[in-house]
């Protein structure tokens, strides 16, 4: 569990992706309320809508339409609420200006996903181990 049972949002508009994530929670006995949604503007809204429960991570994809991943950091890290997010991109992007950008608006890390499942669960693991033993700024 992270963060007593505080949602995790994902932000992904791949359905195999966020079934992908669903099946590793479960494997990994995290059972924080999982919310999805499919891209930057509908994720924008969910946290605006949720300030007094703002979530334990979010898991950040790169690339989704009307408002991409790098739009959605942008957005979130000039509102002085939602900048202490912390937020952990999880894409299929080995571009490295997408990893620099990404670092430019402080995020916790950048975690490629795997084709192979083995390794996207222990990619997972880290990220829970990681969030799990770490303190929130909020």
């Avoid at 509908?42 to 949720?50: F, I, M, N, Q, Y």
């Amino acid at each position: 569990m992270m963060k007593a049972n505080l949602p995790i949002l994902l932000v992904e508009d791949d359905y195999v992706d966020v079934l992908t994530v669903r099946k590793a929670l479960k494997q990994l006995d995290i059972t924080n309320p999982l919310v999805i949604q499919s891209n930057g503007e509908e994720a924008l809204a969910w946290l605006r809508d949720h300030l007094d429960a703002l979530p334990a991570i979010i898991l950040l994809d790169l690339n989704m339409p009307r408002m991409n991943g790098l739009e959605f950091l942008q957005a979130i890290k000039s509102d002085a609420r939602l900048r202490l997010v912390p937020v952990v991109v999880l894409t299929t992007s080995e571009d490295e200006q997408d990893r620099i950008e990404s670092f430019r608006h402080s995020v916790a890390g950048y975690m490629l996903k795997s084709l192979s499942y083995p390794d996207f669960l222990q990619t997972m693991a880290s990220i829970r181990d990681y969030w799990t033993n770490s303190q929130l700024p909020y």
